[in-house]
């Protein structure tokens, strides 16, 4: 099956620097990369995902590149603020109409923001 | 729109008792499922379900049950509780290929 790897366990980053949270997969048939955002006491929230036909995607301050051939992706905050404060998961799918719904999850990466 | 929902919010249990942890989406999805998440080990697949009368097992399905039978709802069974299942429960749904959605979360606890 599907394993993630997720690094580093914890971030410490000054507010207005940027932080990458980087993954890795082993199963070349996953297609669909999501990353949650998780706050203390609630589910996790979808931030941003990128499917295995796209390279990079943006979304304002959040950027995620997926590298097929390496099967590692990152997460990229810019000028990081208080509110990013909170626990990050990866995650990777091999997500098809009719099949298997699964998401296979990284650890989880505590990133905080120092004022 | 009320998303995912999971009731209770939090549950207590002596070892052998059973539960079910209840889960509805109101966004007519096709795909349902149940993870655990514990410290340190992120969340894991116990079950899934490709829709209604459809269910199948996830990495950790032992010592729980589930069933599909409204497109709305996907209960979690745990049929005689252990210390091993204390834990924070998570449902969540998707249409399609899309987003999945995850519900508030149900922290069990097993004494």
């Known amino acids: 099956g599907e394993n993630v790897e997720q690094h580093p366990s914890t971030l410490s980053v000054q507010e207005g620097d940027s932080a990458v949270i980087k993954c890795t997969y082993s199963d070349s048939a996953s297609n669909y990369f999501p990353w949650y955002k998780q706050e203390l006491g609630k589910g996790p929230q979808l931030i941003i995902d990128?499917?295995?036909?796209?390279g990079e995607k943006k979304d304002q301050r959040i950027a995620v590149t997926l590298n097929k051939t390496a099967k590692h992706f990152s997460l990229h905050i810019t000028e990081t603020q208080p509110e990013d404060s909170a626990v990050y998961f990866c995650?990777?799918?091999?997500?098809?109409?009719?099949?298997?719904?699964?998401?296979?999850f990284g650890k989880g990466t505590h990133l905080i923001i120092q004022p | 729109n009320a998303g995912v929902t999971q009731t209770p919010k939090f549950q207590v249990l002596k070892t052998g008792q059973s539960m079910t942890l209840q889960c509805a989406q109101d966004m007519n999805h096709e795909y349902m499922s149940w993870y655990r998440q514990d410290p340190g080990m992120g969340l894991r697949l116990i079950h899934y379900?490709?829709?209604?009368?459809?269910?199948d097992q996830g990495e950790v399905p032992n010592g729980y049950n589930v069933s599909r039978s409204t497109t709305e709802d996907f209960p979690l069974r745990l049929l005689s509780a252990a210390p091993s299942q204390t834990s924070v429960y998570f449902c969540?749904?998707?249409?399609?290929?899309?987003?999945?959605?995850f519900g508030p979360g149900t922290r069990l606890l097993v004494l």
């Open positions: 995650a990777a799918s091999r997500v098809v109409r009719g099949g298997a719904d699964g998401l296979t």
């Open positions: 969540a749904s998707r249409a399609g290929t899309g987003t999945q959605y």
């Open positions: 990128i499917r295995s036909n796209v």
């Open positions: 379900s490709v829709g209604a009368g459809i269910t």
